[in-house]
């Protein structure tokens, strides 16, 4: 059976491609309907089962041999060898659009049943995963005020370990091309502006780009906005980075689309850097089934085939992990201080009361460098994994 991360690239391969092959007969609001309550089953055979209704209507083998889903381990030499590159993206995409449009022909001979059965209403159930990304994310950036938002004690403080580590390693940014992927409400673009980043702040969602111009001009800095989805931006922009930058954004999206858009953007010696949560912490897991309403569903943090299959496709890369023994904080968060957290973002809290907890952080830190260097494997136990990537691999 493929690896989970492939067989999710190409569930998300076919609905990208489906969603462009909207059928006569359908609205734009059934369709999306209809491909969201698809069921995606792979069997033994590393064919991956598409049903609705439980009834089977589709089965792509995704050992097709005009198919190829990279792998880790893969080398530049190994993929020249089997097909150029841009001839595969082509068979890529001729395969998913054969299986969208199998699709499609199944919503045109069924058309009445499956729209008497979904109704005409759109409801959160029905959204895609990008409009619910997109709703989340306007909703927070609503209930946001950038005039609360210090921006430069947000990278300075003692508690911001992935940020401070990653511009230690990128360097002077003054004159640079940089782009931020998920820019959330700003205050990374702005302050990578304030160092003479030439910055290009992108995201899903218009609210949070709003809020980022917003901060801009009370930091009295200029940052380009880009609105689209991480998996497409090298359709919104000519432009070419010496840095791209992307903070919890691979756990919320197709890991592979990204990376190969990151590819794209990236100048010959630019420097991609990232960092998310790593899925094994239980405490960290538990927070995550608490804290549902400041997070959205579709969340997947990085496994360690995930954090290893991006690191395979750069010629040099390390990763750095974060938050093991201190992550204790949070439980102080909880149990001592009483902070709900549907209703605090305790990422956030760490950031604004750092000085506050600095006295607790700072041993927990170096009892934490200590544990990580002597064993290893205490590594995936971290809250989260920051990723510096050089010389991308075609």
């Given at each position: 059976?493929?690896?989970?991360?492939?067989?999710?690239s190409?569930?998300?391969?076919l609905?990208?491609?489906?969603?462009?092959?909207?059928?006569?007969?359908a609205?734009?609001?059934?369709?999306?309907?209809?491909l969201?309550?698809?069921?995606f089953?792979?069997?033994?055979?590393?064919?991956?089962?598409?049903?609705?209704?439980d009834?089977?209507?589709?089965?792509?083998?995704?050992?097709?041999?005009?198919?190829?889903?990279?792998?880790?381990?893969?080398?530049?030499?190994?993929?020249?060898?089997?097909?150029?590159?841009t001839?595969?993206?082509?068979?890529?995409?001729?395969?998913?659009?054969e299986?969208a449009?199998?699709?499609a022909?199944?919503?045109?001979?069924n058309?009445?049943?499956?729209?008497?059965?979904?109704g005409?209403?759109?409801d959160?159930?029905?959204k895609?995963?990008?409009?619910?990304?997109?709703?989340?994310?306007?909703?927070?950036?609503?209930?946001?005020?950038?005039?609360?938002?210090?921006v430069?004690?947000?990278h300075?403080?003692?508690?911001?370990?992935?940020?401070?580590?990653?511009?230690?390693?990128?360097?002077d940014?003054?004159?640079?091309?940089?782009?931020?992927i998920?820019?959330?409400?700003?205050?990374?673009?702005?302050?990578?502006?304030l160092?003479?980043?030439?910055?290009?702040?992108s995201?899903?969602?218009p609210g949070m780009?709003k809020?980022?111009?917003k901060?801009?001009?009370?930091?009295?800095?200029?940052?380009?906005t880009l609105?689209?989805d991480?998996?497409?931006?090298?359709?919104?922009?000519?432009?070419?980075f010496?840095?791209?930058?992307?903070?919890?954004?691979?756990?919320?999206?197709?890991?592979?689309?990204?990376?190969?858009?990151?590819?794209?953007?990236m100048?010959?010696g630019?420097?991609?850097?990232?960092?998310?949560?790593?899925?094994?912490?239980?405490?960290?897991?538990?927070?995550?089934?608490?804290?549902?309403?400041?997070?959205t569903e579709?969340?997947?943090?990085?496994?360690?085939?995930?954090?290893?299959w991006?690191?395979?496709?750069?010629?040099?890369?390390?990763?750095?992990?974060?938050?093991?023994?201190?992550?204790?904080?949070f439980?102080?968060?909880?149990?001592?201080?009483?902070?709900?957290?549907n209703?605090?973002?305790?990422?956030?809290?760490?950031l604004?009361?750092?000085?506050?907890?600095?006295?607790?952080?700072?041993?927990?830190?170096?009892?934490d460098?200590?544990?990580?260097?002597?064993?290893?494997?205490?590594?995936?136990l971290?809250?989260?994994?920051?990723?510096?990537?050089?010389?991308?691999?075609?």
């Open positions: 059976m493929p690896k989970p991360i492939l067989i999710h190409a569930i998300y391969q609905l990208r491609t489906a969603r462009d092959l909207r059928p006569n007969k609205s734009s609001n059934n369709w999306n309907a209809f969201n309550q698809l069921s089953n792979p069997n033994s055979k590393s064919a991956l089962e598409i049903e609705y209704n009834e089977t209507i589709a089965s792509l083998d995704l050992t097709d041999k005009n198919l190829k889903l990279y792998k880790r381990g893969d080398t530049a030499a190994r993929a020249q060898e089997t097909q150029a590159l001839q595969q993206k082509d068979n890529n995409q001729r395969f998913f659009q299986a449009q199998t699709l022909n199944f919503y045109e001979k058309a009445t049943a499956i729209e008497n059965q979904m005409t209403g759109k959160d159930e029905e895609s995963l990008l409009e619910r990304e997109s709703d989340f994310h306007d909703a927070w950036a609503a209930d946001a005020s950038s005039t609360k938002i210090d430069i004690k947000q300075q403080v003692c508690t911001a370990p992935e940020i401070k580590y990653i511009l230690e390693q990128v360097g940014l003054k004159g640079k091309n940089v782009l931020e998920g820019c959330g409400l700003g205050e990374t673009s702005v302050y990578m502006a160092q003479g980043a030439n910055v290009y702040a995201d899903l969602s780009l809020h980022a111009e901060l801009a001009e009370e930091y009295n800095v200029k940052i380009h609105c689209g991480a998996g497409q931006l090298a359709q919104l922009t000519d432009t070419r010496d840095f791209v930058y992307a903070a919890n954004i691979l756990h919320h999206a197709d890991i592979i689309a990204v990376i190969e858009q990151v590819k794209q953007l100048k010959p630019a420097v991609f850097a990232s960092w998310d949560p790593v899925a094994y912490n239980p405490a960290i897991n538990a927070y995550r089934k608490m804290a549902m309403e400041v997070r579709d969340e997947h943090p990085l496994t360690r085939s995930d954090i290893n991006v690191k395979s496709r750069f010629e040099h890369s390390n990763s750095r992990y974060y938050w093991l023994s201190t992550l204790s904080i439980l102080l968060f909880y149990f001592w201080k009483r902070k709900d957290p209703k605090e973002r305790y990422w956030k809290v760490v604004e009361e750092s000085e506050q907890w600095a006295p607790i952080y700072k041993p927990l830190k170096r009892l460098d200590v544990l990580l260097k002597l064993i290893p494997p205490l590594r995936l971290c809250w989260n994994v920051v990723l510096v990537c050089r010389n991308p691999i075609d």
